[in-house]
């Protein structure tokens, strides 16, 4: 099927966030643009779906904080329906014994608030502010290059040269003694800064976690300190580091890009799986459906990881062995599992009011905690003592369970992807395991659980087409970064075949719910952008 007048000026394979993001871009921009998704429903790893009969959840990403401010604005995705349950929701570090430490709006933003629970000492307290506002000025410099295009490795161009000038001065502008910090910590490991800085466990433990989830890395991986500011550079409403959820679940949030694409014009299709990219004379012309259809465009865009769309859609008989090498070597192999519940009425939590449950809940009690429960990870086993981030939805949003019950949805840490002898025997265990220690938190929980659904990466690679089950469609790490993210010679969106783009989590800034990838894709194959 092609537009009257012949060939689509551009096809997007997947209809993820940043697939809608960058049709919605592309469609704005007076281009005739197609998705093409294999699922029956868009919105890739962010989705709402029905788990259980009355019983609503985010199926992957649930808190919303990294949406960029300029995807929101360009494409007024409030006047496309999105709204938010809670702009602001605090956090609560859970503690074996009952006293917890509460935090108001977003971790590491405003100051600690101690209630009942854990008091924080005065140097705590002290730190933790000093520590905050460093780490949010660093994190601000990585939001401030979310919405641009990364330079080539080798600035041949003055427009790669500037770019390069740009993140040079953007570092030296911190002022010396901000430079020096951030060039000793970006590497390392978020334990050790946490240890040079503050004494509370509880403390320490809720933002090693923090800085590792989603990722393959442990509070004491170097890259973790990077991958806390990674987390800290979303903003909402202006507020960084603040935690959001949207009304309806995250699916509302791809819905309302979905209306944003197709009020520029955008076709969407769904239930039609890629097989292939066609190449005619070195270029990319289309694409072949499983069904055997072929849909002709000036540009292919792909919201696939840059793995599956090098190596299986396009081949890699197209592309030289040295690019082909960088790719496969792009490490994805996911750590985090998701659980969700149905229940019949709201847990009680020792040491907490009914009203708390609306935070987010930690389960991470120390940075050991934490480490340890990454240590089975790395021999393939799955942790016996998981940590966990939880969330309640159905508190700021009834629209998601039935009268008076409740839904829980809960990232759980760590579930390697290549689980040694496999997901399918070990599966029952870990559940059980989750269970148990969810249980000596909330002693009533496993009472009211009327249903219950857990998500290996294995099975959210099946699902939701994840390679390795990642978040990011590739580990954030220094070396998979910015203009090396996917991989050198791919990093401003083009691949090396003329016609193909990126636009996925896989390519430069990664993944959580951002859409920068879509945005910054689409204005490259505005300017025909080519990787030479
Ligand atoms: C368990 C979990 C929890 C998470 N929690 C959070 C969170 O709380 N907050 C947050 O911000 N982020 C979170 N994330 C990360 C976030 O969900 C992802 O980084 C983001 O959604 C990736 O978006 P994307 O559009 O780049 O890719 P995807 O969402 O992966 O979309 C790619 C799309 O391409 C389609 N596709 C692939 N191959 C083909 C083909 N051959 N033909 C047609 N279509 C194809 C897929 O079906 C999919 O729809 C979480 C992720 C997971 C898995």
Redesign the pocket.
């Known amino acids: 099927m092609t537009p009257a007048g012949g060939a689509y000026d551009a096809v997007i394979?997947?209809?993820?966030?940043?697939?809608?993001?960058c049709a919605a871009m592309l469609g704005r921009s007076g281009k005739r643009v197609v998705i093409?998704?294999?699922?029956s429903k868009?919105?890739?790893?962010?989705?709402s779906g029905e788990f259980a009969p009355g019983f609503t959840v985010?199926?992957?990403?649930?808190?919303?904080?990294?949406?960029h401010p300029k995807v929101s604005r360009a494409l007024d995705l409030s006047r496309h329906g999105l709204k938010l349950s809670t702009a602001r929701m605090g956090t609560i570090a859970l503690a074996p014994g009952g006293r917890h430490l509460t935090f108001e709006g977003a971790l590491m933003v405003n100051e600690a608030v101690n209630g009942a629970g854990e008091v924080l000492s005065q140097r705590d307290l002290s730190s933790l502010s000093r520590l905050r506002r460093r780490l949010l000025r660093f994190a601000g410099l990585l939001h401030d290059f979310q919405a641009t295009v990364p330079p080539r490795l080798d600035a041949t161009s003055w427009r790669d040269g500037l770019g390069l000038a740009r993140l040079g001065w953007a570092v030296r502008r911190l002022g010396r003694d901000d430079m020096r910090e951030l060039l000793r910590i970006a590497g390392s490991n978020i334990a050790d800064v946490l240890n040079d800085e503050l004494d509370s466990d509880l403390l320490k433990g809720a933002i090693g976690l923090d800085a590792v989830?989603?990722t393959g890395l442990g509070p004491r991986s170097p890259n973790s300190v990077f991958t806390l500011l990674y987390r800290l550079s979303?903003r909402v409403g202006g507020v960084p580091g603040a935690l959001a959820l949207p009304e309806g679940g995250?699916g509302a949030v791809t819905d309302a890009m979905a209306a944003a694409a197709k009020a520029n014009r955008v076709d969407i299709r769904t239930a039609?799986?890629?097989?292939s990219i066609v190449v005619e004379e070195d270029r990319a012309v289309g694409?072949e459906?499983?069904s055997g259809e072929v849909i002709r465009a000036h540009a292919v865009v792909?919201?696939?990881?840059a793995k599956?769309?090098c190596l299986?859609?396009l081949g890699a008989r197209h592309l030289d062995t040295g690019f082909v090498r960088r790719v496969k070597g792009i490490r994805a192999r996911?750590t985090?599992?998701?659980l969700h519940l149905a229940l019949d009425g709201l847990p009680r939590f020792s040491g907490l009011e009914a009203r708390d449950l609306g935070r987010r809940l930690l389960i991470a009690p120390s940075l050991d905690y934490v480490e340890l429960a990454f240590n089975p990870c790395k021999y393939g086993e799955y942790s016996p003592a998981p940590a966990m981030?939880i969330t309640i939805p159905s508190i700021h949003d009834t629209s998601l369970a039935p009268p008076g019950k409740h839904v829980l949805s809960a990232?759980v840490q760590y579930a390697p992807y290549d689980l040694k002898g496999g997901w399918q025997a070990a599966k029952d265990g870990f559940m059980d395991r989750i269970m148990d220690i969810l249980s000596a938190y909330a002693p009533d929980l496993a009472d009211r659980v009327v249903a219950r659904e857990l998500?290996t990466?294995e099975d959210?690679e099946q699902r939701?087409?994840?390679p390795g089950?990642?978040?990011?469609?590739g580990e954030l790490a220094l070396d998979q970064l910015y203009m090396m993210r996917p991989v050198a010679g791919a990093a401003q969106y083009a691949a090396p075949v003329p016609g193909l783009y990126l636009?996925?989590?896989?390519?430069h800034p990664?993944?959580?719910?951002?859409?920068a990838?879509?945005m910054n894709a689409a204005a490259q194959v505005i300017k025909g952008g080519k990787q030479s």
């Open positions: 394979i997947g209809g993820g966030h940043n697939g809608l993001v093409v998704e294999a699922a868009l919105g890739g790893a962010a989705t985010s199926s992957c990403a649930h808190i919303l904080n990294q949406l989830l989603g979303g995250m039609c799986p890629v097989k694409v459906l499983e792909s919201n696939a990881d599956t769309t299986d859609l996911g985090a599992a998701k981030e990232v998500l990466p959210l939701h087409r994840l089950g990642h978040w990011h469609h636009c996925g989590a896989g390519s990664g993944g959580g719910v951002m859409g990838a879509g």
